[in-house]
């Protein structure tokens, strides 16, 4: 899992009222059509619609195009290095230096060097949706997978309306570009080179030539590493963005959120796990399934805690995740079956359906589970030792790759089917598999004594009934 400051935890923008959250949402997207527009016509004035920090943006491009070293340009993302060659290839060193951050912007404007068509609808790239949080705003291309939300441009709030911080498409554009490139089978240069030559319309500039810096200014290349863009910016919005959408309940930004901060250095939130279970647990009470598997085992990991609060407060989670197919859940949800917790009547079939399923979701231990439910559960009339000896067959079958719980398994099932010389000899070699497999003491004493003690009674024909509490045993750090 991973994750992601101080300062988000800091971070209290003031909410806006619903009448004008929507207000400050619909003027976001009015002025990113009206930008959309404007720039796909190639309109300079299009940049009007642009935040200052995009004309600094540009000022940063032009002074790279002036002094930039080879190693420099490749610093740059995809797109911002050939925006970088673009000046290069079309303006000399007089007129780069007469530019500002607008005039270099506009002239991308109107030589339709930047578009925001998309490739999979005609037309401009449309918002479906935009989050607020105080004068940042961040909008979705689409809505949310999964997974993930499709976030697209930034913008901010100045004086005279919302603007688009163009910069914040530029890691997007650049891992498109990238994507290009690898599915096309060549190399960055070559891609680079290719798309040069589309843009300019004519034989593709060779980067061997554009790489050379116009001027050799070892000062100027070394403000350029201080004046390096914050491209790591629009990442930051985004989690505001989450925080906000996690505040309204959004269950996948809460599982965007607890994530992050489960992560062992985070980048944009601070580590905080309990937090971190909270977001998690909310957003599986909002129905993420996801969610509730990380909740589950967040909430069961911690043996010393095990009880029947936390049991009742686990099971919604391990029953969600369980219904929405994930086999680690079915197997927790089974037992709860098996040992009767959270208010669940104690029941070994239902158990052991679940055990089924979750060797079917993948689970290659669940038939282990499953020999083990059926051939030593304690409820009269549900036992059964014929179904469980038919399942450990397979198991049978492969016994030089069994572990030692397996072959325990394969003992009881043997010998709750009175084969009680075969459950002496899987019984002890079960045992002797022990010191290999459980290297703290303590664990490995418990479980050793237990498999003996199962061993003694199927040595007087005696087979063996679950006389414990998995749970229980847990807490105190004992194994079966």
Known sequence: MRAMGLWLALWAAPALAAGDDLAEMNAVSRAWDRYA????????????????????????????????????????????????YLLRATQDEAALKKMDGVAVARLFASKGWISVRSDEQEGPVSLTHVTITGDHAVSELGPPTENNFQFGPDFVREKDGWKYRLESSALAASAAFDQSATNAGVSATQMTEFVLGRILEAEPPRLAVLDRAPVDDAAARIRLNEQWPDYDSVFRFRVEALWRKAEAEDG?????????????????????????????????????????????????????????????????????????????????????????????????????????????????????????????????????????????????????????????????????????????????????????????????????????????DYRKGKDYVLDYNLYDEAKEGKYR
């Not at 004035?45 to 004309?55: R, V």
């Not at 940063?60 to 925006?83: C, E, G, H, T, V």
């Not at 038939?367 to 059964?384: H, K, S, Y």
């Open 37 to 84: 527009e404007l720039v796909n016509a190639n309109k300079p004035e299009s940049t009007d619609l642009l935040a200052a920090s995009s004309f600094t943006h540009f000022t940063f491009l032009r002074d790279a195009a002036l002094y930039a070293s080879a190693d420099q340009l490749r610093r740059l993302p995809s797109d911002d290095r050939i925006k970088a």
């Open 252 to 456: 996948l930004a809460q599982l965007a959120l607890g994530s992050m901060m489960l992560d062992e250095n985070p980048q944009y939130v601070q580590r905080d796990p309990k937090q971190a279970l909270e977001w998690l647990e909310r957003a599986s009470n909002n129905g993420n399934t996801r969610a509730a598997m990380y909740t589950v085992g967040l909430l069961m990991q911690d043996a010393s805690q095990f009880g029947d609060a936390l049991y009742r407060r686990a099971l919604p989670h391990v029953q969600r995740a369980a219904n929405a197919s994930n086999g680690m859940a079915m197997l927790e949800l089974s037992r709860f079956y098996v040992e009767g917790l959270a208010g669940l009547p104690r029941d070994c079939r239902q158990a052991a359906d679940w055990q089924a399923r979750a060797e079917e979701a993948g689970i290659e231990h669940a038939r282990n589970e499953q020999v083990w439910t059926l051939a030593t559960c304690p409820i009269p009339g549900q036992r059964d030792p014929a179904r469980a000896l038919e399942l450990a067959k397979f198991m049978m079958e492969r016994k030089d790759k069994l572990s030692a719980s397996e072959l325990d398994t394969v003992a009881a099932a043997l010998a709750a089917n009175r084969r009680f010389d075969e459950a002496v000899a899987y019984q002890n070699e079960a045992i002797e598999k022990v010191p290999a497999e459980i290297t703290d003491r303590k664990a490995q004493a418990a479980t050793v004594k237990r498999m003996r003690q199962r061993l003694g």
